[in-house]
């Protein structure tokens, strides 16, 4: 080995080395955090609070050792991978440290401990997000892309229990035991603890872009189309959706009183305009094949919807439809409509 491949590796290992203490520091600090919140433990909590510093200026460090890594031996190749991913590893850390502070804010801040079942919930997602964090770290410091993916497999897994802590939050809420400042406390932790999860799920995407130069793989969407019956506009819309936009997600159709059977009107309708309706047969929301928890985005063709029926992780977007015109106006809504939605959603680069 010639002295400046001994000089470009002694630089590597020291970042690798920092790396890997900023991981730890973290990793406590998100412990620390739960525990606090949980046994009300002021002075950890306060701890916690001090020790957002520390990290903060890891996190520096790394980063000033990163772009001197780049100015002094113009890397390329697996190197130029391993400090792009790095730079956005600390990125990810700090904020994790910044999650934990806020937690730990919270702790000083509730006037009572957590009702039982939300402290429950929490101390799961506390235990979850800590094993997550550790292991998109190990995986990374290893190097060791199929780690990843596994772990990246068990964060995408876990999205779906924040709803079911929202409601556990939100009866607590509906007691009127808890004072409003608690309750949004409480409501913060979760969040703050949930995006642990999310951060672990992105070290798990640099550890497999500096390992392989495999790239995230775009986005993808479920979107439920809704109206009343359920037996044109929405079943134009999810196929017309699948249609031209199939690599881009899921399409469902349903509606607040499905009708019995489609419009007599929609094979015509189809068939001028090359869609795939032949089996199409009005639902309700309960017959998706699917929880609504696991449908992002909801479209409502017709104002049977308020945003306080759906899920606390989905949005609904309303399109007006036309009073006049039937089929073929409705129609137009939704190929000028959806097109900008798909954009917005996943950029120029879709269909």
Same mark, same amino acid.
């Given at each position: 080995?010639?002295?400046?491949?001994?000089?470009?590796?002694?630089?590597?290992?020291?970042?690798?080395?920092?790396?890997?203490?900023?991981?730890? $520091?973290?990793?406590?600090?998100?412990?620390?955090?739960?525990?606090?919140?949980?046994?009300?433990?002021?002075?950890?909590?306060?701890?916690?609070?001090?020790? *957002?510093?520390?990290?903060?200026?890891?996190?520096?460090?790394? *980063?000033?050792?990163?772009?001197?890594?780049?100015?002094?031996?113009?890397?390329?190749?697996?190197?130029?991978?391993?400090?792009?991913?790095?730079?956005?590893?600390?990125?990810?850390?700090?904020?994790?440290?910044?999650?934990?502070?806020?937690?730990?804010?919270? @702790?000083?801040?509730?006037?009572?401990?957590?009702?039982?079942?939300?402290?429950?919930?929490?101390?799961? $997602?506390?235990?979850?997000?800590?094993?997550?964090?550790?292991?998109?770290?190990?995986?990374?410091?290893?190097?060791?892309?199929?780690?990843?993916?596994?772990?990246?497999?068990?964060?995408?897994?876990?999205?779906?229990?924040?709803?079911?802590?929202?409601? *556990?939050?939100?009866?607590?809420?509906?007691?009127?035991?808890?004072?409003?400042?608690?309750?949004?406390?409480?409501?913060?932790?979760?969040?703050?603890?949930?995006?642990?999860?999310?951060?672990?799920?992105?070290?798990?995407?640099?550890?497999?872009?500096? @390992?392989?130069?495999?790239?995230?793989?775009?986005?993808?969407?479920?979107?439920?189309?809704?109206?009343?019956?359920?037996?044109?506009?929405?079943?134009?819309?999810?196929?017309?959706?699948?249609?031209?936009?199939?690599?881009?997600?899921?399409?469902?159709?349903?509606?607040?009183? /499905?009708?019995?059977?489609?419009? /007599?009107?929609?094979?015509?309708?189809?068939?001028?305009?090359?869609?795939?309706?032949?089996?199409?047969?009005?639902?309700?929301?309960?017959?998706?094949?699917?929880?609504?928890?696991?449908?992002?985005?909801?479209?409502?063709?017709? /104002?049977?919807?308020?945003?306080?029926?759906? /899920?606390?992780?989905?949005?609904?977007?309303?399109?007006?439809?036309?009073?006049?015109?039937?089929?073929? @106006? @409705?129609?137009?809504?939704?190929?000028?409509?959806?097109?900008?939605?798909?954009?917005?959603?996943?950029? *120029?680069?879709?269909?």
């Amino acid at each position: 080995m010639t002295h400046y491949e001994e000089r470009l590796e002694r630089d590597l290992n020291n970042i690798r080395r920092l790396a890997e203490e900023l991981g730890d $520091m973290t990793g406590k600090a998100v412990r620390d955090a739960r525990t606090a919140l949980l046994e009300r433990d002021h002075q950890l909590a306060s701890m916690t609070v001090v020790g *957002d510093e520390p990290i903060n200026r890891a996190a520096r460090e790394i *980063d000033r050792l990163c772009h001197l890594f780049v100015a002094r031996h113009l890397p390329s190749a697996g190197n130029l991978r391993f400090i792009s991913s790095m730079l956005r590893l600390t990125l990810g850390l700090e904020r994790i440290g910044d999650y934990a502070s806020s937690i730990a804010r919270n @702790a000083l801040h509730l006037k009572d401990g957590l009702p039982s079942r939300v402290a429950a919930d929490f101390e799961m $997602m506390g235990t979850q997000s800590s094993t997550f964090l550790h292991q998109a770290m190990e995986s990374f410091n290893l190097r060791n892309p199929e780690m990843a993916k596994e772990v990246q497999a068990l964060c995408g897994d876990y999205k779906n229990t924040y709803h079911k802590v929202f409601e *556990d939050l939100v009866k607590v809420g509906d007691k009127g035991s808890r004072e409003i400042r608690d309750l949004l406390a409480m409501m913060s932790s979760f969040n703050r603890m949930e995006r642990v999860i999310a951060q672990a799920k992105n070290i798990c995407e640099e550890t497999i872009f500096a @390992a392989t130069g495999e790239v995230k793989r775009q986005k993808t969407f479920k979107i439920l189309f809704v109206d009343e019956k359920a037996a044109d506009v929405s079943l134009i819309a999810a196929s017309f959706a699948r249609k031209n936009f199939a690599d881009c997600g899921s399409f469902f159709s349903a509606g607040t009183a /499905p009708a019995k059977k489609v419009n /007599p009107e929609l094979a015509a309708f189809a068939e001028a305009h090359g869609l795939d309706l032949s089996t199409a047969t009005p639902m309700g929301l309960s017959d998706l094949g699917v929880e609504l928890e696991e449908i992002p985005i909801v479209v409502a063709l017709a /104002p049977v919807m308020e945003p306080s029926q759906i /899920p606390f992780r989905s949005v609904l977007l309303n399109w007006e439809m036309p009073e006049k015109g039937g089929l073929e @106006a @409705a129609f137009k809504v939704i190929a000028h409509e959806l097109p900008e939605l798909m954009e917005t959603l996943r950029g *120029d680069n879709i269909g």
